[in-house]
């Protein structure tokens, strides 16, 4: 079955420091998505992303964060400085064009924030 | 804000039973909604669909959608330990052809042997 993947499976940084997290979505899905659940917290939306460009952000996507597509498989989000808060598994997912179809989720990236 | 709510439990559920769980929604223009399994420190798993008024079933699960009422659910006929997880509830809304999931905080079922 195809799944999303995503790297790495656990990143640990200091505050400040720049991350990027990485998917690879299914291959013939056009929509993408990054969501985070902070421990014991509900999986949060983020920002969806079609056509080579954001369709929607949440408030939580400030200036800080950014996707990119940079090649036909990739789908990244950077977080530019990180702060403590922004602790928390981030989960990329996908879908296929149909508009009632659901997301494929990815493994997920721990982020861990020092 | 569009909000989706569910009873966040404990659900306990003796094995061989039916496991019932509940979610809510805010927005009336809804159209799609999905249940999730997620387990600990996992990712949420897709198990239901549903976009219609009613019941569908498959294996298992059932997922009944009430519009009128802004009610979803999903039932889980001969609860097995392997179902014990936290069963999410997402709700799919559009904004200016942007659509996007919002998810309830999940219900968490333990299965008892």
């Known amino acids: 079955e195809p799944e999303v993947t995503q790297t790495p499976s656990h990143q640990v940084t200091q505050m400040g420091q720049e991350v990027i997290l990485r998917c690879v979505p299914i291959?013939?899905?056009?929509?993408f998505y990054w969501y985070r659940q902070i421990l014991g917290q509900k999986v949060e939306f983020l920002v969806s992303?079609?056509?080579?460009?954001?369709?929607?952000k949440s408030e939580i996507f400030d200036d800080q964060f950014s996707v990119e597509r940079p090649d036909g498989s990739n789908f990244t989000l950077k977080i530019r400085s990180t702060k403590l808060e922004d602790s928390a598994m981030y989960f990329c997912a996908s879908r296929d064009t149909g508009r009632g179809e659901g997301y494929t989720f990815g493994s997920g990236t721990r982020l861990t924030v020092v | 804000q569009k909000e989706v709510e569910q009873n966040s439990g404990p659900l306990s559920v003796p094995e061989g039973a039916i496991a019932s769980l509940n979610c809510t929604y805010s927005?009336?223009?809804?159209?799609?909604f999905f249940w999730y399994r997620q387990y600990s420190g996992k990712s949420p798993e897709l198990i239901m669909s549903i976009y219609s008024n009613g019941d569908k079933e498959d294996g298992r699960f059932t997922a009944q959608l009430n519009k009128a009422s802004q009610y979803v659910s999903l039932l889980i006929r001969d609860s097995q330990p392997s179902d014990s997880a936290t069963y999410l509830c997402?709700?799919?809304?559009?904004?200016?052809?942007?659509?996007?999931?919002?998810f309830g905080t999940g219900t968490r079922l333990t299965i008892i042997p």
């Open positions: 997402a709700v799919k809304s559009e904004d200016f052809g942007n659509e996007k999931l919002t």
């Open positions: 291959s013939n899905h056009l929509y």
């Open positions: 992303f079609y056509n080579n460009e954001i369709s929607e």
């Open positions: 927005d009336r223009g809804s159209q799609s």
